[in-house]
């Protein structure tokens, strides 16, 4: 199947870390990403991360990947009240001809003072 | 200076009305995408086109037709339209022909989305 799972909900404090976790199912994924989504706005894409790599970090961005698990990860350091928002793991799959993004199920990230 | 451009915004319709979905690119891509999320935020592809070829036709009735008049275009047209339709649509594109000009991971650029309702 192409169901990639996220957890759906996180608060986290200002000034905290935060961790979105993610488990995608295509095991020949090139690239992995993870997408922002803010209230009413489209998907902007934060990061990505390149199959053989097992760590990328983007300034307060840091993204881990467990390719036996299948299990990637994004930690924000620092987190600000402007971080609030949907983030979105996504697979680059091959699927009925064509190169396709697959999106987990969403992680609302809630950041309180 | 709009990458990737949707029209309408917005769009308020009538159960069985017709209505079209406009999606336009000045980013040279060759490839142009149009994905559904639906009212718990799970994002969905639904077609696929690249230099005006369809690609990419997921499990989609065929109540939706897209439709792609040139490389920066891509629309999306919706017959007879139900309640279940009510969602974001998203249009994307890239560039996926000579490697000089690829992005080096694939990156979709995605459009800030059109908002269907239907009543």
């Known amino acids: 199947g192409e169901d990639v799972e996220q957890s759906l909900f996180l608060s986290v404090r200002e000034g905290d870390s935060s961790v979105i976790n993610c488990t995608y199912t295509?095991?020949?994924?090139?690239?992995l990403y993870w997408y922002k989504q803010e209230p009413g706005a489209g998907l902007q894409l934060l990061t990505y991360?390149?199959?053989n790599m097992d760590m990328k970090q983007d300034q307060r961005l840091t993204v881990l990947l467990n390719k036996k698990d299948k299990h990637l990860s994004l930690r924000i350091a620092d987190t600000q009240t402007g971080d609030s928002a949907i983030y979105f793991c996504a697979e680059s799959t091959w699927g009925g001809g064509g190169n396709k993004l697959t999106f987990g199920t969403g992680t609302q990230l809630k950041v309180e003072l | 200076d709009t990458a990737v451009s949707q029209t309408p915004k917005y769009l308020v319709t009538q159960m069985g009305n017709d209505k079209s979905i406009k999606c336009e690119q000045n980013?040279?891509?060759?490839?142009m995408y149009w994905y559904k999320q639906d009212s718990k935020k799970f994002l969905k592809i639904m077609f696929s086109y690249n230099n005006k070829e369809l690609i990419i036709n997921e499990t989609v009735p065929n109540r939706f037709s897209p439709k792609s008049p040139d490389k920066a275009h891509l629309n999306l047209h919706i017959n007879s339209l139900e309640l279940g339709d009510s969602a974001v649509y998203f249009c994307a594109s890239r560039y996926t022909g000579s490697p000089q000009r690829r992005s080096p991971y694939n990156e979709q650029f995605f459009g800030p989305g059109t908002r269907l309702t239907v009543l």
């Open positions: 980013l040279g891509h060759d490839t």
């Open positions: 991360i390149f199959s």
């Open positions: 295509d095991s020949s994924s090139t690239y």
